[in-house]
């Protein structure tokens, strides 16, 4: 069975720091790895994907996550946040073709920028 | 543009009423779902459409109910089975032939009073 774990539920951090949300996976089968950005009372946008390739993958505004398959890790980084990045994120595990919906969801990850 | 529509983006409900929430698609996606969202808490599957005419149930389908009559279309009924309404809706529709990838809708926030 595949699962995501999301390490932290909440990572605060000051304003122009770098910053880690951590994403685990489990999976047997070959691998796709999103990461989502819901900001407050929105829907979820796609920050990032890794599909196959270069296993750093760059997103939008400045993120960027690395696969790393012996460690089953995808975690997202940012070398400089600023207030506006606070929001909820979500690593997002589809399975093509998967059964049920073929979707898992980590739990998310609320990541505050303190000025 | 393409995208998922959802309306409308705040409701207010009494008790004992059904609430049906709108969502459309013009992303050609055959795979529809419905989301609810609590504060805190990660999404929770409530139902999901993998094409016209069929849907499945997800984790917490008891107390809503969906349709889909159209590709572009699935709307969800919050009826008054359902004993916690209060959350926030997402909708989504999903490129399955491609990446995988979800497409989110804004959202609707329901309020029971």
Known sequence: AQSVTQLDSQVPVFEEAPVELRCNYSSSVSVYLFWYVQYPNQGLQLLLKYLSGSTLVKGINGFEAEFNKSQTSFHLRKPSVHISDTAEYFCVFPLSGGGADGLTFGKGTHLIIQP | ?113
């Open chain 2, 1 to 113: 543009d393409g995208g998922i529509t959802q309306s409308p983006k705040y409701l207010f409900r009494k008790e004992g009423q059904n609430v049906t929430l709108s969502c459309e698609q013009n992303l050609n996606h055959d795979a529809m779902y419905w989301y609810r969202q609590d504060p805190g808490q990660g999404l929770r599957l409530i139902y999901y459409s993998q094409i016209v005419n069929d849907f499945q149930k997800g984790d917490i389908a008891e107390g809503y109910s969906v349709s889909r009559e159209k590709k572009e279309s699935f709307p969800l009924t919050v009826t008054s089975a359902q004993k916690n309404p209060t959350a926030f809706y997402l909708c989504a529709s999903r490129d399955r032939e491609n990446t995988g990838e979800l497409f989110f809708g804004e959202g609707s926030r329901l309020t029971v009073l």
